[in-house]
């Protein structure tokens, strides 16, 4: 039996909905066929996770401050994906996070070089 209200998976015979407290005993066979549907309806994309990704993807391709941004807002994602189990992009939070240090690190060794190899000069 499928919660109405939240498409919890519910034990037969329940009254109440194990995750919201919903009243089971109104429209539990309907609800059952519609579950799969419902649940997926409750579940979205981090916003945050797919700015790190793009921001990281890019800073990492030209070295740009846009690696900064992949670092804040891939730490920003994830934090929010831990805290809402609906919603998705942990994933890309992480890698955008990752991406953005990589370049940031690529960045310092990139200038740590050209200095020294000016300095000669």
Same mark, same amino acid.
């Given at each position: 039996m499928f919660c109405p209200k939240c498409g919890e998976?519910?034990?037969? /015979?329940? +009254?109440? $909905? &194990?995750? $919201? /407290?919903a009243?089971? %005993?109104a429209a539990a066979a309907p609800v059952a066929a519609d579950a799969?549907?419902?649940?997926?309806? =409750? %579940? !979205? &994309?981090? #916003?945050m996770a797919v700015a790190a990704l793009v921001m990281g993807i890019? @800073?990492?391709l030209f070295f740009g401050f846009l690696s900064i941004l992949a670092i804040i807002f891939g730490a920003? @994602?994830? +934090?929010?994906?831990?805290?809402?189990?609906n919603l998705k =992009? !942990? #994933?890309?939070?992480? &890698? =955008?996070?990752?991406? /953005?240090?990589?370049?940031?690190? @690529?960045?310092v060794i990139a200038m740590i070089f050209w200095s020294t190899f000016w300095w000669w000069f």
């Open positions: 998976k519910n034990p037969e /015979g329940s +009254s109440f $909905c &194990t995750k $919201c /407290g009243s089971l %005993t799969p549907r419902a649940a997926a309806a =409750g %579940t !979205r &994309t981090s #916003g890019i @800073g990492f920003i @994602g994830m +934090s929010q994906t831990n805290k809402d189990p =992009g !942990r #994933g890309m939070a992480v &890698t =955008g996070l990752v991406l /953005g240090i990589i370049s940031i690190i @690529g960045w």
